[in-house]
């Protein structure tokens, strides 16, 4: 939220920044795939923060380094070099069993083609985020708060609409209570009016609960709506703004 970017400088000063994403090593991160002459430098020297209750988007063309972003901040892949830090602790350091519970418990995520598993039912595929008890209905608010009524939750994802389905993964990614949510091209699937619905459906959760949220996209319009962007070029940061007034999702055009 604009709110967040104008208590920067407290945050700084409590120490309160949340994530600092240096990827690699000697203040030069970096991220390579492969090895000698066919070795591809995904991330070169990426260093930002993201700031709790912010929507902060990651734009770039395709094969600028997005998802190996994403991936690394969300502990589903390692840097080569360099230190992912959340609450000052680096997540690049933890053991196997610590960084599947920091996926499990910090990390809500959303994919382009929403990931739900086929033999779950929409309220089956959100409870996977739960403990094996449900005993609040946390599953059936989640799916409710996206929109989806009690006549959706029993259907399997192939009885759904995308834009139904990545609704389930966003009310997925919800429930667990996860400190940042990372969405990987989420209206990469859909068509524009439904993809603007889910826009409209993520800026709601970040202006309204506060969430904190990092959405990577290729598509330009999309980073009209975030309180700031950072444009990435060939695996490097090219550019970084503070929207001041960011547009509301439903007036995005692309
Ligand atoms: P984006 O999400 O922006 O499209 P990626 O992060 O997927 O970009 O990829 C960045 C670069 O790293 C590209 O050149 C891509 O081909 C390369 N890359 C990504 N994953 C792998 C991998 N597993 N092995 C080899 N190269 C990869
Ligand atoms: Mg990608």
């Known amino acids: 939220m604009r709110e967040a970017i104008a208590c920067l400088p407290i945050y700084h000063a409590l120490g309160g920044t949340l994530y600092g994403g240096t990827i690699a090593t000697n203040q030069e991160p970096e ?41 690394i901040i969300g502990g589903m892949d390692l840097p080569t070099e360099g230190q992912v830090l959340l609450h000052g602790e680096d997540i690049t350091k933890y053991k196997d069993k610590e960084l599947t519970n920091y996926r499990k418990e910090k990390i809500g995520f959303i994919f382009q083609f929403y990931n739900l598993l086929p033999d779950l039912t929409a309220l089956e595929n959100v409870r996977m ?14 799916l409710e708060s996206v929109g989806l009524g009690d006549g959706k939750m029993k259907q399997y994802p192939s009885q759904m609409s995308g834009g139904e389905q990545q609704r389930v993964s966003i009310a997925r990614a919800l429930v667990k209570g996860a400190e940042i949510i990372l969405c990987d091209e989420p209206t990469g699937a859909l068509d524009d009016k439904t993809g603007r619905k889910i826009l ?28 700031r962007v950072i444009t990435l070029r060939s695996g490097k940061i090219e550019k970084e703004r503070v929207n001041e007034h960011p547009l509301d999702a439903k007036d995005i055009v692309w």
């Open 31 to 71: 991220k390579y795939y492969g090895k000698g002459d066919s070795q591809v430098k995904a991330l070169d020297d990426v260093s930002f923060d993201v700031y709790k209750g912010e929507m902060l988007v990651l734009l770039g063309n395709s094969g600028c380094g997005k998802s190996t972003l994403l991936n």
């Open 129 to 142: 985020s739960l403990p094996k008890k449900d005993v609040d209905h946390k599953g059936e608010k989640a």
């Open 200 to 227: 409209e459906l993520l800026q709601n959760i970040v202006r309204e609960q506060g969430q904190t949220m990092v959405i990577v996209t290729h598509t330009t319009p999309i980073a009209d709506m975030a309180d």
